[in-house]
């Protein structure tokens, strides 16, 4: 609340009294503020309606805690504050649901995992034993020749020719000349 002071004419002497002013009514705080704010959120988000919707949501909570916010020093800035909240709320949820939308749509095709796990099965099954285990210890789980030599009981060059062997069944399977 701003005070003003009042001079007053008192037996020839004037004395100073303190008058509280008013607060302004929030119609007068709107027509005075709302062509600023408008212009303000017209550059910030690019589009005059949604610049529209979040100047409306802005108003109506100043207006919803008026009683409190006339008395602020700045309602201005108050105001300004609370439509910058209101657009990084929109901008939060708007860019959550095209996250969630997107994540929803299936990123692979179910039918084609399964047929390709049936590809590997069928290429594998035509193996030995020793050279699946060594395709599948250092091409699928990662482990170096020496660290599968050790699981399967072998030296680590039996594990990498078993291995190139293995490779070299299962491309001439599918016709790689390589």
Known sequence: MID????????GEVVETEV???PRSFEVFFASEHARLFGALCLVTGDRSEAEEIMQDAF??????W???AEVDDPSAYLF????NVF???YRRAALALRK???VAPTEDALATVEDRDVVVR???GLTPGQRAAVVLTGYVGLTSEEAGKVLGMRASTVRTLATRARAAIREKAGDPR
């Open 101 to 103: 939308t997107i994540s």
């Open 60 to 65: 109506l909570r100043l207006w919803e805690r």
């Open 4 to 11: 003003r002071s009042l001079g007053v004419l008192r037996g």
């Open 67 to 69: 009683d409190r916010v």
């Open 20 to 22: 509280a002013e008013e």
């Open 123 to 125: 290429a594998l099954r």
């Open 81 to 84: 504050r609370t439509a910058m």
């Open 88 to 90: 990084r709320n929109r």
